[in-house]
């Protein structure tokens, strides 16, 4: 169940009452995906505030031991005078050092406890932030799943007047000898493009299909049309279509495709398939 691949530790705890909920709660993929939403915003406003406490509290330890010097620093100029006039620097950084080497020791458990209690507050930072990278996992998994059933065409030659349906089922199986009906398909839209100007973009078409299974079929024959100036791509998220471009930029664009949603690469000279689930998996030198 989603709650457990998130929670692990959490789930142990649960009562048979709290599971059932939460299995209930997961054949509702929409309202799943606004609590696991409002849960991530709660945990970054958490990390955030034990950051700045973090930040503050390793601010004020230096300033306290840099104020600990200035002081030592000047009340020894002022003590350490004899007839002939002040004595040299040199000496007196000399002794500094001592005086506040020798406080400092005092000190040292109190600076340990410090020290102690803002390492706890990092472990609590990189446990939350973990939780946080959790949900946003989970989130953009909901996401795609719900576009599963849904593919874009590419380059599909826009007429005036056209009939969208017909054009798309006469490309799905005229074109790419695939059985498509038109009760398979359960709306067809011609996407805006954002470049206005360009009155040789062709507006890509959003198609929706009543299952995932048609959808993966028509997805699976793309290579039918490698010929043409059309080509059909999986509908992702912005996280995934931005990997995407990423992954192509490093790995080549013959070397990156999708899969189900997911991101795959093959890199040069090398018979592994990398999985691109975040930025940290384009970050690697090893490839």
Not at 143 to 148: D, I
Request: glycine fraction near 4%.
């Amino acid at each position: 169940m989603p709650f457990e691949e998130n929670f692990p530790e959490a789930s142990k705890k649960k009562s048979k009452g709290v599971q059932g909920a939460f299995t209930e709660l997961a054949t509702f993929p929409d309202v799943y995906q606004e609590i696991m939403g409002i849960a991530g915003a709660a945990l970054t406003s958490s990390v955030s505030s034990l950051s700045s406490t973090l930040v503050n509290a390793q601010s004020e330890i230096a300033k306290l031991k840099e104020n600990l010097r200035q002081d030592i620093h000047k009340q020894v100029i002022e003590k350490c005078s004899d007839d002939k006039g002040v004595i040299s620097e040199q000496a007196i950084n000399i002794i500094v050092t001592e005086i506040y080497d020798a406080i400092s020791l005092d000190y040292s458990s109190k600076f340990a406890n410090i020290e102690k209690m803002l390492k706890g507050f990092q472990a609590q930072i990189t446990a939350l932030e973990n939780r946080i990278e959790i949900l946003e996992y989970r989130n953009d998994d909901l996401e795609q799943e719900r576009r599963s059933n849904v593919l874009l065409i590419h380059g599909l030659s826009q007429i005036g007047g056209e009939t969208l349906p017909n054009s798309v089922l006469e490309l799905f199986n005229a074109k790419m000898e695939i059985r498509v009906l038109a009760s398979d398909i359960k709306s067809t839209e011609r996407l805006r493009t954002r470049v206005r100007s360009a009155e040789n973009v062709i507006p890509p078409v959003l198609v929706t299909f009543h299952s995932s299974e048609c959808a993966k079929r028509v997805f699976m024959n793309k290579k039918k049309l490698a010929r043409s100036k059309v080509f059909i791509s999986e509908y992702l998220t912005p996280k995934r279509k931005q990997l995407l471009n990423l992954a192509r930029d490093k790995f080549g664009a013959r070397n990156v495709w999708t899969d189900g949603g997911r991101v795959l690469a093959k890199p040069e000279n090398s018979s592994a398939i990398l999985k691109i689930r975040s930025l940290n998996d384009l970050i690697s030198d090893q490839y």
